[in-house]
């Protein structure tokens, strides 16, 4: 299959936060390989800017040195690497004050192409950079602003970051960044549901047992301790990546897929939530395993805090009241130092009505499994009889498509959540972007549940860093007579 990389409009992205960590790591290498695929146009600029002094020149020998570390061995040839660095451009700026204002503004001036202001720096600085864009004349209409999570840490600062971004810029111009959106799986999911006639039919409580989400991580905090023992797992990871895969799975079509019709149906799935019942949540910390200790420290330690109450792991049973989904339950878990890095939505069907092949043939379950990472693909446990004679004994066999193999040779490029996610912005295209009232209804559904266990001084359990987090994660299911899905890929 040819690779269809149609380039896009010629643009300047000036990213504030450009010397920053996740500028180096994800959206500067995610740029060069757009780059490389052709998809960047050649009068494209990327403007670089931070507070440290420093000259172009010095900017594009620091993008060079990301290159190489994060670029995970990803190469193109040397002529492509310069011809990119080229594009490159560095402003020394003050996000409170004036220094660098102007000359932002002499570079911005009297162009005739897309402006995108990528704001990767702390929120605290999202109300200061949006008003000096305007102040200075870079706010039009057209002008596009990414901004990064967290988007809040609570329904009140969520609504005050929405209107502080408001006074400035129109919604249809704020392109709120969460990159399990851009993940390829996370999209195919829309594709598998909406493609097939297969699913949908049986989408539904009638025929669905239960759902399970989990993101497991083998990483712990590491040097995010500050930021992390302030959020935990609820504010990190499950009011918003956790929550984007319940809506994917759970909507109802939309009738388009276009960026309102596919978040209004998000948005429904969120006022659908239930509030959750304190004995459907589990609170998980990390403790260090010993003989690890040195290499692999215990949560506490690595932030810094021997009493800390924040979790680094989450489990929780939801509900949806809805036509679609009321009594089926939805399980999600998300947790840091974990077994296995691996993230999979789980759909359980229920048992056939009625066995006629007799009970001791046994009562087989079809289970979909969509595997977002590693090792992308979806697998189907079909039931058949077990191969040769002796009688009819049923057994489960898997129906794999793992991505790599079924679409070898043809999957085009592999490309990652910010690649497509930064194309999208300069396309114009939202429908991968959080819209400021679905934020808003996650924080809504979110707060009750953090002020609960606040109220309750809950301490969280603690799980053995490898493991699948605390013993009371798997009493969440057994007591249902159910089980979690394997983290183990
Ligand atoms: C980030 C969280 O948003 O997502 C991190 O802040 C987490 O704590 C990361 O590690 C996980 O992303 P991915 O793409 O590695 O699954």
Not at 81 to 96: H, P
Not at 143 to 166: Q, S, Y
Not at 185 to 205: D, H, I, K, S
Request: include cysteine; hydrophobic fraction near 40%.
């Amino acid at each position: 299959m040819v690779s269809r990389v149609i380039p896009v409009e010629p643009f300047d992205l000036v990213i504030f936060g450009g010397t920053g960590d996740l500028a180096r790591r994800k959206i500067l290498p995610g740029l060069f390989r757009r780059f490389c695929a052709g998809q960047m146009p050649p009068e494209a600029r990327i403007i670089g800017a931070a507070r440290a002094d420093m000259d172009g020149a010095a900017y594009r020998e620091m993008v060079a040195g990301a290159m190489e570390e994060f670029g995970g061995g990803f190469t193109c040839e040397d002529k492509t690497l310069r011809a990119f660095l080229d594009r490159l451009d560095y402003l020394a700026i003050d996000a409170r004050g004036d220094k660098g204002w102007a000359e932002l503004q002499e570079k911005m001036k009297g162009k005739d192409r897309i402006e995108a202001y990528y704001f990767s720096v702390s929120p605290a600085l999202f109300g200061d950079l949006a008003e000096r864009l305007q102040k200075w004349g870079m706010a039009d209409k057209d002008a596009r602003i990414v901004v990064e999570k967290p988007f809040g840490r609570d329904l009140d600062t969520a609504k005050k970051l929405n209107g502080t971004l408001a006074a400035y810029f129109n919604e249809d111009q704020i392109y709120r960044i969460d990159h399990y959106l851009g993940k390829e799986t996370v999209q195919n999911l829309m594709a598998v549901r909406f493609g097939n006639m297969l699913f949908e039919p049986l989408w539904n409580a009638q025929y669905v047992d239960h759902i399970q989400i989990t993101v497991a991580e083998t990483v712990g905090v590491g040097g995010r301790g500050e930021y992390y023992d302030k959020s935990g797992a609820m504010r990190d990871m499950v009011q918003n990546h956790l929550m984007q895969l319940l809506c994917l799975i759970a909507m109802e079509p939309p009738a388009r897929f276009d960026p309102d019709a596919v978040r209004d149906e998000k948005l429904k799935v969120i006022r659908a939530l239930d509030p959750v019942e304190p004995h459907h949540i589990v609170r998980g910390q990390y403790q260090a395993v010993p003989m690890d200790e040195a290499d692999h420290p215990g949560y506490r330690t690595a932030v810094g805090d021997a009493r800390s109450r924040t979790e680094s792991f989450m489990a929780l049973k939801v509900h949806l009241s809805n036509w679609r989904w009321a009594g089926t339950p939805f399980y999600l878990r998300t947790g840091k130092r974990m077994s296995a890095r691996s993230s999979e939505i789980t759909v359980v069907f229920k048992d056939t009505p009625h066995s006629i092949f007799g009970e001791e043939a046994g009562r087989h379950r079809n289970v979909l499994s969509i595997r977002l990472q590693p090792n992308e693909g979806i697998t189907l446990g079909v039931t058949i009889k077990e191969p040769g004679p002796g009688g009819m004994r049923l057994i489960d066999v898997p129906l794999d498509m793992t991505f790599a193999e079924a679409l070898a040779g043809e999957a085009g490029e592999q490309v990652d959540a910010y690649e497509r996610l930064i194309m999208d912005v300069i396309r114009g295209n939202q429908t991968l972007f959080m819209r400021g009232d679905e934020v808003e209804a996650a924080w809504t559904w979110t707060d009750p549940i953090i002020q609960g266990w606040e109220a309750r001084n809950d301490v969280p359990k603690p799980y053995d860093s490898g493991s699948d987090g605390p013993t009371d994660s798997d009493e969440l299911l057994r007591r249902e007579g159910r089980a979690w899905r394997g983290v183990a890929p």
